[in-house]
């Protein structure tokens, strides 16, 4: 054979031995791949999609893939093990059957349309690490039988329309380090919390109750907590602010009425933002919160705190960003905030504060009418 020959020879040799390994897939992955496309409308389904792409006249888990399941899925031998939709808009609802897809480990629908329950034989993915569904309208409760996952790490159920309380035994999901159950209609309490959670985001349900100890006992990996636009009252308790690995806090636009929060003694806080604007917050300005060494933002805007700026606030090195506009605060701001280039940035407008000098960007927002502050502080002259 002359080179070129060979060359074709070869090639011919090594393509035939691609088809000759393809793996037939495991018969009832097919069937729930099959159910899983049929139970969404046709006409959601765009000609360049992944999804159109899955043509059961060939194999999806054989390669190479070509024309066929190009996208959307990976093998691993001849199971599934991962489904990831493309964001195409794919109307329609789940499939029950997707539960005998045993093998997978990633299942994310995110930014779709679909609808419906999520159904709760989903718990027999026992090897599910990670269930995202962000952005769809599923809707109804989340089935008790999804706290069954051992292997689940992330759970995003984002912006859907689910309802009803959180499962109570969720704490069970032991694996879990992100929850994102954000932009739903969620109601009831906070139950006691999956132990090695990083992110607990629950921020735009009508969440509510105080926030429980109990609930938080043992998370020694928190990071995140958005719990902003909910119904949460009672009191902010100091065993909150010293969980030992937070480092943000949003528990904006609720209803919480007091902060009670202790120095960080013998703990190495890593605090860095707290965000209280939006609530019912009344007494003093707790002075504590400056003992956070790495707090840079602190936002209690929009309350009905009273009394002095602690002059701690000004501490150097301390906080950033103060946003404090909105209360019912007097005296004078301490000194410390006008010096310099090095000065904090916020707002404390719409207080009762004396000499907030103008040319400063904190005082921009002008001070609350001395009538007004007169009937706060009893009809006293506000406190100089
Ligand atoms: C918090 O705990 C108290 C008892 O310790 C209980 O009565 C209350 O219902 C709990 N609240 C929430 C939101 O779990
Ligand atoms: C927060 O609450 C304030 C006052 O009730 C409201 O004006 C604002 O729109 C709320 N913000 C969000 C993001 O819901
Ligand atoms: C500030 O923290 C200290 C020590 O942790 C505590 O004794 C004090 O009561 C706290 N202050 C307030 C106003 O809570
Ligand atoms: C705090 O939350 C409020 C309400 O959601 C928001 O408007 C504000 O920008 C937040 N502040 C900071 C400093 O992030």
């Not at 419906?116 to 599910?128: A, D, E, F, Q, R």
């Not at 840079?296 to 602690?310: E, H, K, Q, T």
């Amino acid at each position: 054979m002359s080179n070129s020959n060979w060359f074709i020879f070869l090639l011919l040799l090594a393509l035939s031995s691609l088809v000759s390994v393809h793996s037939l897939t495991h018969s009832s992955d097919i069937t729930a791949l099959r159910a899983f496309k049929s139970s969404l409308k046709f006409s959601s389904i765009p000609p360049n999609s992944c999804l159109a792409t899955w043509d059961f006249t060939t194999d999806p888990c054989s390669e190479p893939r070509v024309t066929h399941f190009i996208c959307g899925i990976t093998c691993s031998g001849n199971r599934i093990n991962q489904i990831t939709l493309d964001s195409q808009g794919y109307t329609g609802t789940l499939t029950p059957l997707v539960s005998s897809l045993t093998q997978l480990i990633t299942l994310d629908l995110g930014e779709n349309n679909f609808y419906g329950p999520i159904p709760s034989s989903l718990s027999s993915l026992t090897n599910l690490q990670h269930l995202i569904i962000r952005v769809n309208s599923f809707s109804g409760s989340v089935p008790q039988s999804l706290t069954t996952f051992k292997s689940l790490r992330t759970l995003d159920l984002s912006r859907n329309s689910l309802s009803g309380p959180l499962p109570n035994s969720i704490n069970s999901l032991t694996s879990l380090t992100r929850l994102d159950l954000s932009y739903n209609r969620f109601t009831g309490f906070l139950p006691k919390l999956p132990p090695n959670l990083n992110e607990l985001a629950v921020k735009a349900n009508s969440l509510s109750g105080s926030l429980n100890k109990s609930s938080f006992d043992g998370l020694t990996q928190l990071m995140v907590v958005e719990l902003s636009e909910n119904s949460f009252t009672g009191i902010l308790e100091p065993w909150f602010f010293l969980l030992p690995s937070l480092q943000q806090i949003n528990l904006a636009n609720n209803s919480f009425t007091s902060v009670v929060i202790l120095k960080p003694v013998n703990i190495n806080s890593q605090l860095v933002a707290i965000n209280l604007s939006f609530n019912r917050i009344e007494g003093f300005l707790p002075a504590n919160f400056s003992d956070y060494p790495t707090l840079r933002s602190l936002s209690l805007s929009y309350n009905r705190l009273r009394g002095p700026i602690p002059w701690q606030y000004s501490k150097k090195g301390s906080l950033q960003r103060l946003f404090l506009d909105g209360n019912f605060l007097n005296g004078s701001p301490p000194a410390g905030f006008f010096a310099g280039d090095t000065a904090v940035s916020g707002s404390l407008g719409d207080n009762c504060l004396r000499s907030c000098p103008v040319s400063s960007e904190l005082c921009l927002k002008s001070q609350k009418p001395a009538s007004i502050c007169q009937q706060a502080y009893g009809g006293k002259k506000p406190r100089s």
